[in-house]
């Protein structure tokens, strides 16, 4: 049976010989297969084609590659018959030690789903002439999407955090009816964008 101490000293005990032993002690292991949500998705057997839409996440306007992008995303979305639209953050933009300053999804993001909506839906832009739109958020905070809440075209958002290691599985699943979470994380990703200027002034006088 296993020893019930978990410790090899007493308390504030100084040790100065300690001894390691083992094969793995000095062995970070293998790091797991992480399924990305493109695999995720492909596993189900519908015809998939990528378009990232950016080429980084920022997806800054005075990139000229990020508007290629963009024009390839869009002319992929035409005649779909579902669209899901992966945005949000990573850590090249917020992680500890920086902080975002807005609230906004970065750059073209915003625009690129609205442009692609457009083309999914075709010339009528209708919700009921559009495919499934899911747009996922992935995202450590907050992010303000209420430009989406409010579009009839878009039939789910999930807020999906930074997944796991089986992450695009698991948004596979849900996508395809497999598994629901049965939860509304409603205030996730509701803040509007002035909540945060909001706040600065707020601080800057009281």
């Known amino acids: 049976g296993l020893q ?35 695999q995720g998705l ?19 306007y005075s990139n000229p590659a990020n508007m290629e992008e963009q024009e390839k995303a869009v ?16 850590q090249s933009q917020e992680r500890e030690s920086l902080d975002r300053k807005s609230l906004s999804l970065p750059g073209r993001q915003q625009d690129l789903i609205l442009k692609v909506i457009e083309s999914a839906c075709g010339s009528t832009n209708q919700a009921s002439s559009c495919p499934n739109i899911v747009l996922v958020i992935m995202s450590g905070g907050p992010l303000d999407v209420g430009f989406a809440k409010n579009l009839p075209q878009i039939s789910s958002i999930i807020w999906v955090g930074y997944p796991g290691e089986a992450g695009g599985q698991a ?29 600065i002034h707020i601080y800057i006088h009281t």
């Open 171 to 199: 948004l596979a699943e849900i996508i395809y009816g497999d598994y629901n979470p049965g939860m509304s994380y409603h205030n996730m990703y509701t803040y509007m964008h002035t909540y945060i200027l909001l706040n």
């Open 4 to 38: 019930s101490h978990s410790t090899i000293g007493e308390q504030n005990e100084v040790l100065h010989h300690v001894v390691l032993i083992g094969i793995l002690v000095d062995d970070a292991g293998i790091p797991c297969q992480y399924t990305t949500p493109l």
């Open 42 to 60: 492909g596993g189900y057997g519908a015809n998939i084609v990528y378009a990232p839409g950016c080429a980084d996440v920022a997806c800054n």
């Open 75 to 90: 002319k992929a979305a035409m005649g779909a018959d579902g669209v899901v639209l992966i945005m949000g953050l990573d």
